[in-house]
C-alpha cells in the first residue's frame, strides 16, 4: 500500500473522452516521513506521515520531539501507512507524483459532513410511512415498529435509530486519478469525497 | 470560489472565448457533432438561447429553443462539450430578462423577440472605445 495525506478543496467537472465527469480538487502533499516502524522494532513495517503546517506554540512538547527527530516543523495530521511500497527514511518528503500517476485507482478517506442528530429517514434511509392518508396524521417519517411484544419484550441492540449522523470515517473506493498537477501539488480525483472543503483526506492505492 | 478551482478551469477558457459572445434572446445555429457507427456528421440545430448556466466554470451550459414541426424543442449544450463543433450567432435579440423561460407559454406571433438593432453599433463602438483613448496620443505625435 502506499498513499498521501491531502486536503479537499472543492469540486468542477472536466470532459474526458467526451464524456463530462465531476472531478474532486485534492491538494496533496508534500508529506514528511516522521517514524519508520520495522518488524525488529515495532513488530509490523509502517510509515507514519505527516501533512498540514501548524504553530509550535500549539504543538505538545512531546509531539515537538517527534517532529524533531525527524528535521520537520510541526505538521497537523499524522497518518500511519502500513507496509508502504516505496523504502522511505525519516525525514524524507515525498509529494503527489512519487505516490501516483494519472489513471490510477484510489480509495479516499474522510470525515463526512457533521448533521447532527437526525431521524431514521435521513440516517438510515428509512422510507417512512408512505403516505398521509389511511390514520396517518402526524407520523410521516417516523420508524413504525422497534420490535415484536411479549417475546422478546426487549428492543434488539443495534436496532437503527434516530441520532448523531455524519461526522464518521468514511472510506470510498475505486476514484480515479484523472489528472495531476505535480508543480501545484493538486489531484483531480473523479466523483465525489466524504467531508468538507479544506478537510483532511487520506488517498491510498 | 478557490483559487486552485479557477486554476484547473483557466484551462478550459481557451474554448470558451473561442464562442462568439451571445445571450439569452439571440438566435444562433449550434453544429452538433454526431457519430453513428463509426460515421461522424455535424447536424445544425437553430433557436433561441434561453438561459446560460454556471458562466464562466467548466460546467457552462446554454439552452436553445425552437420550433420543430409544431413541437417546441430545448436542448441544453455544455460549452465544453467537444460534440458542440461551432456556434454561430445568427440574430441579436433584445430582452429584458436572463432566462425567458415565458417562452414557453407564448405561440406563435407572441413567442417572437425583438431585435437587438443597436447591437451592430455598439459592438463598433466596443472595440473603438480603446482606440479612440489612444487616438489623441497619435494626433499628438502627428
Given at each position: 500500500m502506499s498513499g498521501i495525506i491531502g486536503k479537499k478543496i472543492g469540486m468542477t467537472s472536466i470532459f474526458q473522452d467526451g464524456k463530462s465527469i465531476g472531478v474532486t480538487l485534492v491538494e496533496a502533499g508534500p508529506c514528511v516521513v516522521t517514524q519508520v516502524k520495522t518488524i525488529e522494532k515495532d513488530g509490523y513495517t509502517a510509515v507514519q506521515l505527516a501533512y498540514g503546517d501548524k504553530k509550535e506554540k500549539n504543538t505538545p512538547a512531546a509531539l515537538l520531539g517527534h517532529f524533531k527527530k525527524a528535521g520537520a516543523t510541526p505538521k497537523s495530521k499524522l497518518v500511519e501507512f502500513k507496509e508502504f511500497e516505496k523504502a522511505l527514511n525519516l525525514g524524507d518528503s515525498i509529494a503527489v507524483a512519487d505516490v501516483f500517476v494519472e489513471g490510477d485507482f484510489v480509495d479516499a478517506i474522510g470525515t463526512s459532513k457533521g448533521k447532527g442528530f437526525q431521524g431514521v429517514v435521513k440516517r438510515h434511509g428509512f422510507s417512512g410511512v408512505g403516505g398521509q392518508t389511511h390514520g396517518q396524521h402526524n407520523r410521516q417519517r417516523h420508524p413504525g415498529s422497534v420490535g415484536a411484544c411479549s417475546f422478546p419484550s426487549r428492543v434488539f441492540k443495534g436496532?437503527?435509530?434516530a441520532g448523531r449522523t455524519g461526522g464518521d470515517r468514511v472510506k470510498i473506493q475505486n476514484l480515479r486519478i484523472e489528472k495531476i498537477y505535480p508543480e501545484k501539488n493538486l489531484l483531480l480525483v473523479s466523483g465525489s469525497i466524504p467531508g468538507a472543503k479544506n478537510s483532511f483526506v487520506i488517498l491510498e492505492k | 470560489m478557490s483559487d486552485l478551482i479557477k486554476f484547473v478551469e483557466a484551462e478550459s477558457k481557451e474554448r470558451r472565448t473561442a464562442l462568439p459572445a451571445f445571450n439569452a434572446g439571440d438566435t444562433i445555429t449550434v453544429h452538433v457533432k454526431i457519430t453513428e457507427g463509426n460515421k461522424e456528421r455535424i447536424q445544425l440545430f437553430q433557436g433561441t438561447v434561453i438561459q446560460r448556466k454556471?458562466?464562466?466554470?467548466?460546467g457552462e451550459t446554454f439552452t436553445v429553443r425552437k420550433m420543430s414541426s409544431g413541437v417546441a424543442v430545448e436542448r441544453i449544450f455544455p460549452v465544453l462539450s467537444p460534440s458542440v463543433e461551432k456556434v454561430e450567432l445568427v440574430r441579436k435579440g433584445s430582452v429584458r430578462r436572463a432566462r425567458l423561460f415565458y417562452l414557453r407559454d407564448k405561440e406563435g406571433k407572441a413567442a417572437r423577440i425583438k431585435e437587438d438593432k443597436k447591437f451592430e453599433d455598439k459592438a463598433k463602438a466596443a472595440p473603438a472605445a480603446p482606440k479612440a483613448a489612444k487616438a489623441p496620443k497619435a494626433k499628438a505625435k502627428a
Open positions: 436496532m437503527r435509530m | 454556471n458562466v464562466n466554470t467548466n
